[in-house]
């Protein structure tokens, strides 16, 4: 079956997929913007699962059930902070869109919603991000392993940088 690669403007824990995608941070104990937001749509036991994980290294990624929230599961993963681009954050962030996958394919997920990780708190250029986001899955859409793998931008603007990014990608 072909893989449908989609762009939905929404907030992500509102989402009925096999699993969203947090931007978390080393601890994975909680933080602000869209982990915080998962973590209080999950429910308390999401975080005492994720205390249990030993944290999570940078570009890595680590799956834990979903809690209350619509998706199953939640994988968990931590982008580059933004130092400018020369502190290898393209090929941590790309690693980190990897490891998501991987760790997806490894639990028979289908479906998959990714937020824009590092483009908050963390730095990264949205356009740049973007990019590698798209790429990314492209390829792995090329396995043919899932069935929706969907971006979630957050706001207007965020959307047409997605849109403008794929379109130019022949996505
Ligand atoms: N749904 C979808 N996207 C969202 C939502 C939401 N509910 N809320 C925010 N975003 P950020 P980072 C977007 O800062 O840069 C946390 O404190 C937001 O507009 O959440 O990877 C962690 O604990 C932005 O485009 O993640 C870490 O300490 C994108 O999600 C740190 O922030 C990512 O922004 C990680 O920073």
Redesign the pocket.
């Known amino acids: 079956m072909a893989v449908c690669i989609e762009i939905i403007q929404?907030?992500?824990?509102t989402l009925a997929v096999d699993a969203i995608v947090n931007?978390?941070?080393n601890t994975l104990l909680?933080?602000?913007?869209?982990?915080?937001?998962?973590h209080r749509a999950a429910g308390p036991q999401l975080v005492t699962e994720c205390s249990a994980l030993g944290g999570c290294a940078t570009g890595d990624a680590k799956l834990t059930k979903g809690y209350q929230l619509p998706a199953r599961y939640v994988i968990h993963t931590v982008?580059p902070v933004w130092h400018g681009g020369g502190q290898g954050e393209p090929q941590l962030l790309q690693r980190a869109y990897l490891r998501c996958f991987e760790v997806a394919r490894e639990h028979g997920v289908k479906s998959i919603a990714f937020?824009?990780?590092?483009?908050?708190?963390?730095?990264?250029p949205?356009r740049d991000a973007a990019r590698i986001a798209l790429t990314t899955a492209k390829q792995v859409a090329a396995d043919d392993d899932f069935q929706r793998i969907i971006f979630?931008?957050?706001?207007e603007q965020?959307l047409q940088i997605y849109q403008e990014t794929a379109r130019r990608l022949n996505l």
């Open positions: 929404a907030d992500i824990t931007a978390a941070n909680g933080g602000g913007g869209v982990d915080g937001a998962i982008g937020p824009a990780i590092s483009c908050g708190v963390y730095g990264y949205l979630v931008p957050f706001s965020a």
